[in-house]
């Protein structure tokens, strides 16, 4: 039995040196991420029927064109990041209705509306591009953001904190 040794390879792909100044290094040996187009939906697979077919055909082909919309939607690929997108987003507007210690402990309605805003801004402009479970996510956090923020800017205002003794409080305002 002879054993060979495999052999490797060992690129460094730092971009800085151990000193932090910035290293000469070729583009070419950095990978770039392409997108895989092997799941690309082809538009001209959803082909109108030619001249030759009857009209009960062409009505048929018409009525089943939701459905076929339907089935491309399902067909296409859920994509990570964009989830990862429509999470931080709600995470950010649900801890500024929630009062989190992040952002002070206060409750700041108004910038919790500029990140609802942006989710639904982000839903506007994808429509039509979203996979089913992209969709009903979007839709889904879109209703809860919303209800709860309806619920805490329609809820009475707490009466402020009383303040803390000052000097005149205890002189009795000599």
């Known amino acids: ?15 800085f040196n151990a000193d932090g100044s910035a290293r000469d290094i070729e583009r070419d040996t950095i990978p770039t991420h392409t997108a895989p187009t092997d799941n690309i939906i082809n538009a001209s697979a959803n082909v109108a029927p030619s001249e030759t077919t009857s009209g009960t ?34 995470e950010n507007s649900a801890a500024l209705m929630s009062g989190h ?9 108004p910038v919790a509306k500029q990140f609802i805003d942006m989710l639904g801004a982000l839903r506007e402009k994808t429509s039509g591009n979203l996979s089913t479970e992209e969709q009903s996510g979007i839709d889904s956090l879109l209703s809860q953001l919303r209800m709860q923020y309806v619920q805490l800017s329609s809820a009475p205002q ?3 904190a009383p303040r803390g003794f000052t000097g005149s409080d205890i002189t009795g305002g000599r």
């Open 1 to 15: 039995m002879s054993e060979e040794k495999p052999t490797f390879k060992v690129t460094d792909r730092r971009l």
């Open 57 to 90: 055909s062409a009505t048929n082909s018409a009525s089943e064109s939701p459905a076929s919309a339907e089935a491309a939607s399902s067909a296409k690929e859920t994509n990570p990041l964009f989830l990862e997108l429509m999470m931080f987003v709600a």
């Open 101 to 109: 210690p992040q952002f002070g402990g206060e409750i700041n309605l």
């Open 158 to 160: 707490q009466p402020a």
